[in-house]
């Protein structure tokens, strides 16, 4: 198996731009989550889909962040505008239903963002 | 609301001596615990993960924990690194049932020759 497929790997942006990450999950999981790593906050869990409906989005900054599943094969994460303190490594996790009690999320490579 | 405290930022140790990482949790309900590690530039990946029976728990690589519900600890634990354990690592908690992981700020382990 691929693992998790993540793209870009790393983005240069300016401020104000609009950044689109996208993330192919590992066939057959129906979980995917949306983490941010930086040094200040450490791994913050921002966003996660169950049979590409999001669940909970209570870690979404603000607005300007927005993600979509439109099928079970591919997710996105938007930022628009960016801004430089949206600057971090962007994860994405996908993991089997819970129901059939496998609890491992597979984690990405990541997209390394900066916005100038 | 679920937190994760790692005790230490950093850890140095020599090769082939024997490491703990330390990791406390708070938490009202039952959870799941977990412990990844993180390679430079690379994504996560589970070393080990405690959901139920036996305390102590092996993983990948040689490295163990062991839950102690009491103190609310699950230690990350080799007997003996190497040079290739150099990483961060994380420890992590997850209401059972909620999907959801909560992690700790991370450990540097720095593997001395």
């Known amino acids: 198996d691929a693992g998790v497929i993540q793209s870009p790997r790393h983005e240069v942006t300016e401020m104000g731009q609009e950044v689109t990450l996208r993330c192919k999950p590992i066939?057959?999981?129906?979980?995917l989550f949306w983490y941010r790593q930086t040094m200040m906050r450490g791994l913050e869990l921002l966003i996660y889909f169950n049979n590409n409906v999001p669940i909970d989005d209570s870690g979404m900054p603000e607005d300007r962040f927005s993600a979509k599943m439109p099928n079970a094969s591919f997710s996105t994460l938007k930022i628009q505008p960016s801004e430089p303190r949206d600057s971090a490594v962007y994860f994405c996790?996908?993991?089997?239903?819970?129901?059939?009690?496998?609890?491992?999320?597979?984690f990405g490579p990541g997209t390394r963002l900066t916005v100038l | 609301a679920q937190s994760v405290t790692q005790l230490d930022s950093q850890v140095p140790v020599f090769e082939e001596a024997p490491v703990e990482l330390r990791c406390n949790y708070s938490?009202?309900?039952?959870?799941?615990l977990f412990w990844y590690v993180q390679y430079p530039n690379q994504g996560l990946q589970l070393l080990l993960k405690y959901l139920s029976g036996s305390t102590l728990v092996k993983g990948i690589n040689g490295f163990e924990a062991e839950f102690n519900k009491s103190q609310t600890s699950f230690h990350l634990r080799k007997p003996s690194v190497h040079i290739s354990d150099t990483a961060e690592y994380f420890c992590?908690?997850?209401?059972?049932?909620?999907?959801?992981?909560?992690f700790g700020q991370g450990t540097r382990l720095t593997i001395n020759p």
């Open positions: 938490s009202s309900v039952s959870v799941y």
């Open positions: 992590a908690v997850e209401i059972q049932g909620a999907q959801k992981l909560v």
């Open positions: 066939s057959g999981h129906n979980s």
């Open positions: 996790a996908s993991s089997l239903p819970r129901r059939l009690a496998t609890d491992t999320q597979y």
